[in-house]
């Protein structure tokens, strides 16, 4: 495994590279997460890719020094920049959860250049009440922010809501363990104001995979709490190049065990 720096404005982006496939595979992982969360996978995935794995902004070594939050244009140029750089032309996209929000946006913007698109437990393709509050109205973007610094209120509704069972345990465990220090808190709140700008046309995404024949792999566990398999099943419908995976897991399961059901598909 190698690790690299990508200069991008004032900022610096910051992966990982495993695997010596022929084709290229560009992955982008889970809030709270980094580059290295892929490398278990090199058994499946690197006898075929060779993966590029990248610390989002506000993860891992990537260091975001714009005035502005992350953006998909940043993304778009940082993706072009790279491939350029490297002379790839097509290549594959990879994304688990918040980093499947991510590859969908590549898969977007730059569908014709697209092989494969693997979406493991994927969040944007069906956007979460809670989140839509936190983020598009001012006064919940106002919210959230003060949340950072003062964060007892939510703590106490958090507590709340576990102690009448309205959410599981596990989901109150989640939830803590994201928000429980003030770095932590600023983490999510810069990624979730930078994906609002991360939101694509599901329909039209759908369509855009279809004329491309592109490839989509999707992986979902049945026991997700946070991304569950009704969201895999409604994307799924209407692809014509797609395999749909339901796992016998929760919400994570980037770990050895996945090689085998990646190595099925790809066989």
Known sequence: METSILKYKDSYIHYSTFGNG?????????????????????????????VYSFDLPYHGDTIWNESNHFTHT???????????????????????????KFAMAVAFYMTERIVNLFLLASDGIRTKKLYNIAVYPKWG?????????????FFNFIHFLNRRKLISPWLHKFTMNHMD??????????SWISMVDFKVNVIELKQKLNDNAVHIYLFFGE?????????????????????????????????????????KVLA
């Not at 982008?28 to 090199?42: I, R, Y």
């Not at 014509?240 to 929760?250: D, E």
């Open 22 to 50: 022929s084709e290229t595979l560009l992955a982008f992982h889970g809030f709270g997460e980094s580059s290295n969360s892929f490398h278990c996978l090199n058994a499946s995935l690197g006898f075929k890719f060779t």
């Open 223 to 263: 026991r997700d709490e946070v991304i569950p398999v009704s969201v895999g099943e409604y994307f799924a419908k209407g692809l014509l190049n797609c395999r749909l995976v339901i796992l016998p897991r929760g919400h994570y399961f980037i770990d050895e065990l996945l090689n085998a059901e990646i190595t």
């Open 181 to 190: 220090t003030e770095q932590k808190r600023k983490r999510l709140f810069d």
């Open 141 to 153: 973007r106002y919210l959230f922010k003060t949340t950072i610094s003062r964060p007892t209120w």
């Open 74 to 100: 940043d993304l778009e140029c940082i993706i072009t920049m790279f491939t350029s750089e490297k002379s790839i032309q097509h290549f594959s996209v990879l994304g688990f959860s918040m980093g499947g």
